[in-house]
């Protein structure tokens, strides 16, 4: 494959499909073929960031995804957001998340600050309520 810069979504297509059997059988590095590789990934990147962008988490539910991941309870974020009855409205997005709790937050449970500063997105349960 040419290489080019990618402006349709055919070109994406194509370049997904040149760069797929790099997967299964990486060229040796420093070879033409691992070049071609690496620059294909790094035009892919590049398209995919300007055409497919990823939103921010919700902090509500990066709170919960490290909650499930560690193992912890409404009870374990006390000291980084305040009583239980406190965290319990943070979970069902009754209060916001303050700067303090945000910092505490980071600091204690390593949830990127991005993450937690973004907007929350209601679920279809809670815009029903």
């Known amino acids: 494959m040419q290489l080019k810069p990618i402006r349709t979504e055919a070109d994406y297509q194509a370049a997904l499909r040149a760069v797929a059997p790099y ?10 073929a691992a070049d071609q ?16 962008p990823i939103a921010p988490p919700d902090p509500v539910e990066a709170i919960r995804f490290r909650m499930e991941q560690a193992g912890l309870t409404p009870k374990d974020l006390e000291p980084m957001i305040g009583r239980l009855n406190r965290v319990y409205e943070v979970l069902t997005r009754k209060r916001p ?7 505490r937050l980071h600091a204690g449970l390593g949830i990127p600050a991005e993450s937690l500063i973004g907007e929350p ?5 809670e815009t029903s309520r």
């Open 23 to 32: 997967f299964d059988n990486e060229p040796q590095a420093g070879s033409d």
């Open 97 to 103: 998340l303050t700067l303090p709790m945000i910092r």
């Open 121 to 125: 997105h209601m679920t279809a349960t």
């Open 37 to 52: 590789f690496e620059v294909l990934l790094l035009l892919i990147e590049h398209y995919e960031a300007s055409h497919y």
